[in-house]
């Protein structure tokens, strides 16, 4: 038994690639709905980004970011090999974070152990 084959004019046209489908004449889109149902900018609520201040209403206040150097940063500004940084973290001579199978060092941790290593050469 044989399946029937579909004429090619039967086939509805298919868009390009990244290309919206066109829209049927007999559909309207609704006021204030922009593509993919989506409101319109002006219409959207503001979303406060990352760095805004927080209201005062009882929240904490944000916290300084802190930086984060890997291995190898701290290695060249200090200029010394990997292997002796990893040998500070270890010894606990400098804070580290590990991220993964990695550390991160956090910058004030670096300045914090080049200021209290500083020697007097008379």
């Known amino acids: 038994m044989t399946l029937p084959q579909r004429s090619p004019a039967q086939a509805p046209a298919r868009p390009a690639y990244g290309q ?6 007999g ?20 979303v406060p ?8 209403a009882g929240q904490p206040a944000p916290r300084p970011a802190v930086t984060f150097l890997t291995v190898a940063e ?10 002796t940084v990893y ?7 400098l804070a580290a974070v590990r991220v993964g199978r990695s550390f991160r060092v956090p910058a004030p941790a670096v300045r ?6 500083r020697t007097d050469a008379a």
Request: hydrophobic share 40%.
């Open 20 to 25: 919206l489908p066109a829209r049927p004449a």
């Open 49 to 56: 980004h990352a760095g805004a201040p927080r209201p005062a």
């Open 112 to 117: 914090a152990y080049l200021d209290d290593a």
């Open 27 to 46: 559909l309207r889109q609704h006021p204030g709905v922009g593509t993919m149902g989506q409101r319109p900018m002006a219409a959207r609520p503001p």
């Open 74 to 83: 701290v290695a060249a500004m200090m200029r010394v090999s990997k292997m």
């Open 87 to 93: 040998r500070l973290v270890h010894g606990g001579e």
